[in-house]
């Protein structure tokens, strides 16, 4: 599906952006990105051959922390390009897996996603892996594996849970979280 492909990152570095970035580059596609300031995962990024600028470029891919008014978001608006919200995109992705599992809640996702995670790789199924803190076990944010199980962290900001594709779904708890969007 992504392989041939170009795609752009707006906020690359943030941490479920940059998994998304790299397991998608793994599908072989060429990524570049954009994010406002250097850090860690920026860092990371370019050291796996990832162009990134510091700043706004036209792009394709952005994630629901990014503003209406973000220049490169109005500017790729006026070139009509194709345009992904992150959790969109990420959907896209779960349709590639045999196997998704998706665990959301107010609180402990990248705990048990972790600790899921933890276990698929000591039992040897290379599970790919997207989870919004960096695992020890894998040194990272994200793992790509094979296409048997795809696990990772669905969160409930903006109803992204609801562009995904499990195949099983770990709820934890409910509670006030995101008051911005929810109220």
């Known amino acids: 599906m992504f392989n041939g492909k170009v795609i752009h990152f707006i906020g690359i570095g943030g941490i479920s952006m940059s998994g998304i970035a790299n397991i998608v580059k793994n599908m072989g596609a060429t990524i570049t990105g954009s994010d406002m300031q250097e850090g860690k995962t920026v860092n990371l990024l370019k050291e ?46 779960t349709t590639e897996y045999d196997n998704v599992i998706c665990i959301s809640g107010t609180h402990g996702k990248s705990t048990t996603t972790g600790m899921i995670s933890t276990i698929f790789l000591v039992a040897n199924t290379n599970p790919t892996i997207q ?12 793992h790509v594996g094979d ?37």
Not at 50 to 74: F, Q, R
Not at 131 to 142: D, M, Q, R, V
Not at 154 to 180: G, Q, R
């Open 48 to 93: 796996e051959g990832i162009k990134i600028s510091i700043g706004e470029d036209p792009s394709l891919i952005y994630t629901a922390a990014i503003s209406e008014d973000n220049k490169e978001l109005v500017h790729a608006k006026e070139l009509n390009k194709p345009l992904y919200e992150r959790a969109k995109f990420l959907g896209l992705i």
């Open 131 to 142: 989870i919004g803190a960096f695992l020890p076990k894998i040194h990272s944010n994200y």
């Open 147 to 183: 296409k048997k199980y795809f696990i990772m962290e669905a969160c409930e900001y903006k109803d992204s849970f609801l562009d995904f594709y499990p195949t099983s779904e770990v709820i934890l708890n409910v509670d006030d979280d995101h008051l911005d969007y929810f109220g």
